[in-house]
């Protein structure tokens, strides 16, 4: 039996108590950051992202970059900080030492191993569920263990959630489907027995009751980086995991009523887990799923199995691809077209073929449009086009590959003619601009939680700079991110690594923010670590298949009556 086997096979029963607090071992630090020329010009290929710096070249003799294409994988590589200065004659922020002791100590252990990081190390009274270990929020702290060289947490995280995935799921009456993966698990002690047992929650507890549908599709994302980084295939080769795989995408392939390649999704399903306007067709997660899906087809085996799959995850990038770039992307002269759009159109001829109406356009939306510059919509259905903009799911879709090149550099460019904006004094909104007033009471259901600026409802959150930075990198213009991240060293750490700012240019830490949240942390440490080491992006980046992301296009016959 592999080792990776060994471990699922394990149950839950009675094991002794572990200690979860590591005392801080500067050894463990990463590499001190290498000083790298980029121009904005440049976008990182994923196979050069892999390689080591000593086969980098900066320059050949015909004036072009070129690196060596012929690694899989990036070998993390850490070293102490034994030097006043690293070689590269930088020195680390006093921020990176102290996010590091904060991230261990949040570190959770079952059985003696490291499976995950608690949400927040939160010292009030009423924890809710901060004391849990999420599946979304655990993603940059295992970007920042693999970018250390410690992929072991991370191997016990990917085990335990495929372990919980197994579980019979209900929700009073009615049973989830199999490859639902949960929002968060806990370890619970008993004191008394000296045992520990897991706890998980696949959507029974959370606000709302929904089932995460972003859970599963980090999940894979997760698997692929942890491939990626240490170069070991044999986890996700393992039968457990190609069958988890297989049933997180039975889920999301399943066929029905739907006219559109896109999930139809109830609000609260991913990040945004309240009520916020989001049911339908979210960006965040059409761009989660897209990139799951391209994972997918690296990490399943060429098996009878396998195979049909993966027919049908190649049909599905095609048609969504091909929908989301026609569809979802809005700029200037796109605009101009929505605003000049006629209405009750039939046909396959149809322009408006959502039939949305050109007085819904809402006012903010044409002075927000810089003149060069793009987006992708926050969610498009029948007469129905959310003008907003949500940081993660564009950014989702540089490193996915779901924006071409052009609309990567054009996202860039949005995010530097609108600055104040989406940055302003702490990185970065979730979603821009806010719901207020009248719309507000009707979209959230007057929401208490997401008043106007604050939290989801156009909050600024610190873990988005390790998606900016990594965003920033691919497509060759790091010097917005490093301005990020700049702007974020400014404040974070002094006011505690707050979960999320308030206020229109997130001054303010936010009115029902806890401190101490973990992801605050990692995603500052990941995009530090990026941002210094740009071959870390291999792990979370993914460059574009043309053959297959630009198939032949043909219209379905029509009846006409």
């Known amino acids: 039996m592999s080792t990776a086997s060994a471990d699922l096979a394990q149950n839950n029963d009675n094991v002794k108590s572990s200690d979860c607090e590591n005392d801080f071992d500067f050894s463990k630090l990463p590499h001190k950051p290498r000083n790298l020329n980029m121009e904005r010009q440049r976008s990182f290929d994923e196979r050069s992202l ?15 970059r070129h690196i060596d294409n012929e690694s899989v994988f990036s070998p993390s590589r850490r070293s102490s900080f034994n030097t006043p200065r690293s070689l590269y004659g930088f020195e680390p922020h006093p921020m990176f030492a102290e996010a590091w002791e904060s991230l261990r100590k949040t570190m959770v252990y079952f059985r003696g191993r490291p499976v995950g990081t608690i ?14 270990v999420f599946v979304r929020d655990f993603v940059p702290s295992a970007l920042a263990f693999l970018m250390n060289g410690e992929p072991e947490i991370v191997k016990n995280f990917l085990l335990k959630t495929l372990r919980l995935q197994s579980w019979e799921k209900k929700i009073d009456r009615f049973q989830l489907g199999e490859g639902v993966m949960p929002a968060s698990f806990k370890v619970l002690h008993d004191p008394i027995r000296n045992t520990e047992t897991l706890m998980a929650d696949f959507g029974e507890s959370a606000i709302g009751r929904v089932a995460p549908v972003d859970s ?52 609260g399903c991913s990040m945004i887990d309240r009520r916020m306007g989001v049911y339908g067709y979210p ?3 059409q761009a989660l799923f897209f990139m799951a899906l391209r994972c997918a087809l690296v990490l399943l085996k060429q098996d009878a199995q396998g195979k049909e799959l993966i027919d049908r995850i190649t049909k599905r990038l095609h048609a969504l691809s091909f929908h989301m770039r026609s569809y979802f992307w809005l700029d200037l002269k796109q605009l101009n077209d929505i605003y000049r759009y006629k209405t009750e159109e039939y046909s396959h001829t149809a322009v408006n073929k959502f039939n949305v109406i050109p007085d819904s356009l809402p006012e903010w939306v044409f002075d927000f449009m810089p003149t060069f510059g793009g987006y992708f919509l926050g969610n498009v259905g029948p007469s129905n086009m959310d003008f907003r903009w949500f940081c ?58 997401n008043t106007r600026w604050s939290y989801h409802n156009g909050g600024s959150w610190p873990v988005l700079l390790w998606l900016l930075t990594a965003a920033c990198i691919k497509v060759g213009r790091p010097q917005i991110a490093r301005r990020a991240i700049e702007v974020a060293e400014l404040r974070l750490a002094k006011d505690g690594w707050p979960e999320y700012y308030d206020g229109k240019s997130g001054r303010y830490v936010g009115k029902q923010a806890r401190k101490h949240q973990t992801w605050s942390v990692a995603g500052y440490l990941v995009a530090k670590m990026m941002l210094e080491d740009p071959s870390h992006l291999g792990m979370i980046s993914l460059e574009e298949d043309r053959q297959m992301m630009k198939p032949a296009v043909k219209r379905s016959s029509s009846w006409t009556c």
């Open 216 to 267: 599963g599709f980090w999940w894979i994302i997760l698997l692929r980086a942890y491939t990626k980084s240490t170069g070991d295939s044999s986890l996700a080769e393992t039968p457990d995991c190609q069958k988890g795989m297989r049933l997180i995408l039975a889920l999301c392939l399943s066929e029905g009523f739907d006219t559109f390649p896109t999930l139809l999704c109830a609000d």
């Open 119 to 132: 949400a927040a190390l939160d010292n009030s009274d009423e924890k809710l569920n901060y004391d849990q």
């Open 50 to 64: 892999v390689e080591a710096s000593p086969r980098y070249t900066p320059w050949a003799e015909n004036g072009q």
């Open 392 to 449: 993660l799911g564009n950014c989702i879709a540089i490193l996915s590959s779901l924006a071409t090149p052009e609309q990567s550099m054009a996202i860039m460019d949005l995010i530097e003619a609108r600055w104040e904006e989406l940055v302003g004094d702490m990185p970065l909104k979730v979603c821009y601009p806010a719901i207020e007033s009248h719309d507000w009471r009707i979209i959230t259901g007057c929401d208490p939680k």
């Open 283 to 285: 960006i965040e997660i």
